[in-house]
């Protein structure tokens, strides 16, 4: 049986699952699992998707950022995925469909897993040098990135109390909803 598995990692994202689900549907899945939720947060629909598979059968995903959340996490879905008999089919991995069931497929998602390990390896290795700079020029104190919605708190305060609409003001503002909640917590608290 192929088993999709579509996700989001935000509500506001409807189109995208939307679409996910269509070509998880297309393709020929006969059950799909659907998640709007972080990559990072509770996966309970993964884990509902990875349970009922049995020997022969397909999980189904769109895009790879789509299953996984790290390098590491894909290691662990496909140990569980392998570890019953069953496959992995990711529609679009940089343009190609690879399915697991197959040596080439399982080699090509072998390489891109390790390139994209390397590649995190690097991007914190180049984090660090950066981080260790900024140490250097600011007396050993290292500041972070510049707080981008917090510097709206005044706008926000002022759209509020205009009664203007919490979704209206994210859209004005160009900040999401967390941060949003987060000034309001600070206004109040």
């Known amino acids: 049986m192929l088993i999709g ?10 189109a995208g699952l939307e679409g996910q689900v269509r070509d998880l549907e297309a393709y020929g899945c ?8 972080s990559s990072t ?14 020997a022969g059968d397909k999980l189904v995903v769109t895009k790879l950022d789509h299953l996984a959340k790290s390098v590491q996490h894909l290691s662990q879905i496909i140990k569980k995925i392998n570890s019953v008999g069953a496959s992995l089919v990711i529609l679009d991995l940089g343009g ?5 069931s197959k040596p080439t497929g399982n080699l090509i998602l072998n390489v891109m897993s390790s390139v994209a390990h390397f590649e995190r390896a690097m991007m914190l290795e180049r984090q660090r040098e950066g981080i260790a700079k900024a140490k250097a020029k600011a007396d050993g104190r290292y500041l972070g ?5 917090r510097a709206k708190i005044g706008l926000v305060k002022l759209a509020l109390d205009k009664g203007i609409s919490k979704a209206q003001i994210c859209r004005d503002l160009d900040i999401s909803k967390t941060s949003l909640y987060r000034i309001i917590g600070e206004l109040m608290g």
Do not use: M, N, W, Y
């Open 5 to 14: 598995l579509a996700r989001t990692s935000t509500l506001e994202q409807v």
């Open 30 to 37: 006969k059950r799909v699992f659907k998640e709007q939720v």
């Open 41 to 54: 947060a509770e996966r309970e629909q993964l884990e509902t998707g990875l349970g009922i598979l049995r």
């Open 96 to 100: 190609t469909a690879v399915d697991t």
């Open 145 to 149: 990135r510049k707080p981008t919605a």
